[in-house]
């Protein structure tokens, strides 16, 4: 899809709102990943004179972390918005201009579904020939992808963790086994990696631009727990007042292997030192964080417990 489609594309839905669709969008999606399967997806590219201005346009129905050479453009956690979950596609645009550089760059992202979809993502990267060369990208089989080691439950079979009842709407599976350190930043690896499917013959869906101002989440403390009820394998911590967020555990002389749940992640460990066990893209309201493991599992294990409260707050700005 030429690039000014896009952008027309996404000047209708600003018009319009909600009442736009995604005719015209390019998708793509990861041919190795379940319904459930969070997944990576990345672009490189060169230039040889970084451009003053570039700005990335991205579309997507679930949420997602963007990276340009392993920053993480987006700042904001649980983007794209503080919107309700649901079949709308949401598009946003951030100014990256300031993360590139001259040789070879690197634009990934980090995507997690809210329902089963083909739609994974659609994505273009823009920048003039002002003070530099100019670029051009879209979302096309040349992206490379791969089934990120971690799952989002959803209403769909065959997930790597069911959510259990007390936290049917936020539960998530991280196996560190399956992480790969420098993923998302030129020169890494990437054998074993497979191009992404180009999607066609998809039914359109509602389509809205997040602009500034929006509603958008962040971290608006982390604290440390009160006082801890000791049940051998199973540990209960005590936050003292209630935090809507997710529960860091920083974990050594675990096994690998080793599954722990804690509020609705399910986590299973490398057995790397101080690896830690901490959702992405769900969150649980609680004052306490029920942490179990297997029968060796105790508290000698638990180098520290935070509690990382979410706060929604009014975004302003391209630049984050």
Known sequence: MPMRTFIAIATLAAALGAAA??????WIACPGAGPCSQVWFRRAFTVARPPLSARVTIASAGRYELFVNGYNVTTDVLAPSAGPPG??????????????RPDTNVVAVW???????????????????????AIALHADGAWLCRPAGAETALPCPGGMAQPSPYFQLSAETVDDNLSLPGWNLPGAP?????????????????????????AARRIASIRSYTFLDDHGSTLVYHFGRRFDGWVRLTLRGMHRGDTLRVNGLTYICSGRTDEQACRRFTSAASSIAVVSGPEHFSRENVMSVEAID???YTHRSLLY
Request: net charge neutral; hydrophobic share 40%.
């Open 21 to 26: 669709q995604d005719w015209g969008l390019r």
């Open 87 to 100: 079949d709308t596609i949401r598009v946003m645009t951030y100014e990256v201009g300031r993360f590139l």
């Open 111 to 133: 995507y997690s579904p809210l329902a089963p979809t083909r739609k994974q993502l659609s994505l273009s990267l823009c920048a003039p020939a002002r003070g530099g060369d």
């Open 190 to 214: 990437v054998v074993g990696w497979l191009h992404a499917a180009e999607q066609y013959g998809l039914p359109p869906q509602p389509l809205a631009v997040v602009q500034p101002p929006y």
């Open 310 to 312: 979410i706060e929604t």
